[in-house]
């Protein structure tokens, strides 16, 4: 005779190892739950990883979060990692352009001690890449932007770069603006982009408080935090982490039962499939959620990273924007990756919404890109590049067009325990590092609702406890 379920010990199993995974089987063991994660990779941290490359530790692809990202934030100090990321005092993005005859221009965009929107004000007087008359156009823009209520469901359905126009904004504010900001956060141009995305992350990060765009990063390698600092903290915490273990059949019932690709079953009240849609999609019982034949149609947008060792350093920031250039951001990745020649510089180009370019071969990369750092870093005319390799990441968001939002499922499913989680859920945020611990909080909240008083994400960043 089975025991009923409120007499036994809960049990859950948790499909993926990425941050939003990790954040729901930490939440569901630390509410007392007997929780197992299954990670299909021999590595926690999904798509935001480390991996070796002789003595280089090469992160898969650069990742930035804000100081608005409070749950990522939460995620990290949870992990015992707070000392192993850092934030920005003060938001400020240095964006250089080279015109033709060789003239170089240094803009930046950086944010003051005064309240919003005024924090941004000087900074954009004196934006050096934009006229006067295009300074006051971004300024009626994001205003107009402040206006926008982000409850209001036809956002959706409006292209961000139609709304642009719309409000005055030209190719020219476009470009040294709203794509700049946007193709970084979005993953996509503003002509290809949801309207509701693009207003959350313009509100968001740069309308809500001063410092909610406040720059941060990881100051070691991803892995260190997204899977060694992750494997500790959720072994601690008691979950059974299994690498190596792709989930491959999901059976509901009154137990859901989900069987390994070895063969394994393993029963649990509660299955949390926090893997991208794809997986979901494979894994969902039928009519399990309204427009499940749909989920494929939430498509997914690339991301290229080019790395280059230098020989010498070219760089004297942490990062800095490129406009008018096919370079978008550049790092500085030498003190994370353990690069080990005297003197050298690892520089990592992040390359969002790169559709035509993340399947060419290396040559043509390497063709692409160095003459464009020579022309962008003068320094680099005389350098000897040491290494030269890329990072694509074809699957690295899911495309935020206008109609995505109907095709974003929340946590809960019609199948009794089965809940969703992962970037692509509906979050109201864009695929980040954000989203993914923002939807692993809603998976566990709903799992564990209707089980006494339990503590819940408030959505403050601070770990429910
Ligand atoms: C190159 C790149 C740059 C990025 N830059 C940024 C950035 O700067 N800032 C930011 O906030 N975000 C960034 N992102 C996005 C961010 O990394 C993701 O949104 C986030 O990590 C997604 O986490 P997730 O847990 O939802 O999903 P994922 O990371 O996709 O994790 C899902 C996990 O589930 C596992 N899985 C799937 N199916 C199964 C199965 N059947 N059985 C077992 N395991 C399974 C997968 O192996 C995977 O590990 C970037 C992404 C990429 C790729």
Partial sequence: MSTPTAQRERTAVVVGGGLAGITAALRLADAGVRTTLLEARPRLGGLAFSFKRGELTVDNGQHVYLRCCTAYRGLVERLGAGALVDLQPRLDVPVLSVAADGTRSLGRLRRADLPVPLHLAGSLATYRHLSPADRLRVVRGA????????????????????????????????????????????????????????????????????????????????????????LAELERAGVRVLLRSRAAELKAAEQNAVRLEGGELLTADTVVLAGAQDAA???????????????????????????????????????????????????????????????????????????????????????????????????????????????????????????????????????????????????????????????????????????????VDRGDGRWPR
């Fill in 143 to 230: 205003l107009a932007l402040q206006k926008l209520d982000l409850a209001d469901p036809a956002l959706d359905g409006v292209s961000f770069g139609e709304w642009l126009r719309r409000h005055g904004q030209t190719p020219a504010t476009v470009a040294a603006v709203w794509d700049l900001v946007g193709v970084a956060t979005l993953n996509a141009t503003a002509d290809r982009t949801s309207l509701a995305l693009a207003a959350m992350v313009f509100k968001t990060g740069l309308l809500s408080e001063p410092g909610a765009a406040d720059i941060g990063a990881a100051n070691v390698p991803l892995g260190e935090i997204h899977h060694d600092r992750a």
């Fill in 281 to 455: 999609a494979a894994l969902l019982p039928p009519g399990a959620i309204p427009g499940q034949h749909r989920l494929a149609d939430l498509g997914t947008a690339p991301i290229l990273n080019v790395h280059v060792v230098y020989d010498r350093p070219l760089i004297r920031r942490p990062f800095f924007a490129a406009l008018g250039s096919p370079v978008q951001f550049v790092f500085d990745r030498t003190r994370h990756s353990g690069l080990a020649v005297p003197g050298a510089q690892y520089l990592a180009l992040s390359q969002s919404a790169v559709e035509d370019e993340i399947d060419l071969p290396v040559a043509e990369l390497r063709a692409r890109y160095l003459p464009e750092l020579e022309r962008l870093l003068p320094a680099a005319r005389g350098a000897r590049v040491l290494d030269f390799f890329v990072t694509r990441e074809r699957t690295a968001t899911f495309d935020p067009a206008p109609g995505t939002a109907a095709l974003r499922p929340g946590a809960r499913t019609g199948a009794p325990g089965v809940l969703l989680a992962g970037s692509w859920t509906a979050t109201g945020w864009p695929a980040t590092m954000e989203g993914a611990v923002r939807s692993g909080h809603a998976a566990a909240d709903a799992a564990l609702a209707g089980h006494g008083r339990l503590p």
